[in-house]
């Protein structure tokens, strides 16, 4: 495959608009990237041309966006290159756009706080060879804060207190 692979640098020029699917939904937002060079005869940075591209991203990528990112926040982003030729009412035009693998905010001009999604967990039905006995063992397992004990085992008395004393 001769995918042009590509990772840009700039800001978010419009909103996320998320839609969802069949096929799990995709995003999309317009993306400008802006070239700077040290200009010697000035002695400073000098913006150049601004480029601007149509990102796409789909399914779990595209919702997180869509919750995550606002106009005009610094990006990162990387995937394929698409450059579409099309005529409208007479006039060829070009868009480029980029199917977007990884997307992330460019630590270099701010911070992030990272928060990872949580995941529905499938519906399973009972006669499967045990896929409910596996469901009820990942409900019991503990999340991050939470403590990893283990219960009273089956048949014992959940309150230590109302446990039988021994007989003397």
Same mark, same amino acid.
């Given at each position: 495959?001769?995918?042009?692979?590509?990772?840009?640098?700039?800001?978010?020029?419009? %909103?996320?608009?998320?839609?969802?699917?069949?096929? =799990?939904?995709?995003?999309?937002? !317009?993306?400008?990237?802006?070239?700077? !060079?040290?200009?010697? &005869?000035?002695?400073?940075?000098?913006?150049?041309?601004? #480029?601007?591209?149509?990102?796409?991203?789909?399914?779990?990528?595209?919702?997180?966006?869509?919750?995550?990112?606002?106009? =005009?926040? *610094?990006?990162?982003?990387?995937? %394929?290159?698409?450059?579409?030729?099309?005529? %409208?009412?007479?006039?060829?035009?070009? #868009?480029?756009?980029?199917?977007?693998?990884?997307?992330?905010?460019?630590?270099?001009?701010?911070?992030?706080?990272?928060? !990872?999604?949580?995941?529905?967990?499938?519906?399973?039905?009972?006669?499967?060879?045990?896929?409910?006995?596996?469901?009820?063992?990942?409900?019991?397992? *503990?999340?991050?804060?939470? #403590?990893?004990? *283990?219960?009273?085992? *089956?048949? &014992?008395?959940?309150?230590?207190? &109302?446990?039988?004393?021994?007989?003397?």
């Amino acid at each position: 495959m001769n995918d042009t692979v590509v990772t840009l640098v700039g800001n978010v020029a419009t %909103r996320v608009e998320f839609r969802e699917s069949e096929t =799990g939904g995709a995003a999309r937002f !317009r993306f400008a990237a802006t070239t700077r !060079r040290w200009d010697r &005869a000035r002695g400073g940075w000098t913006d150049g041309p601004t #480029s601007f591209y149509t990102v796409w991203a789909r399914r779990a990528l595209g919702a997180n966006l869509a919750a995550s990112v606002s106009v =005009g926040e *610094p990006l990162v982003v990387h995937g %394929r290159l698409r450059v579409r030729e099309d005529e %409208r009412e007479g006039q060829w035009r070009t #868009s480029v756009e980029v199917d977007a693998v990884a997307v992330g905010h460019d630590l270099t001009r701010g911070t992030s706080a990272f928060r !990872r999604s949580v995941k529905a967990a499938p519906v399973l039905t009972v006669g499967h060879g045990g896929a409910a006995e596996r469901q009820e063992t990942a409900a019991r397992t *503990p999340w991050e804060g939470e #403590s990893a004990r *283990p219960g009273p085992p *089956p048949g &014992a008395p959940a309150d230590p207190v &109302a446990a039988p004393t021994p007989a003397s």
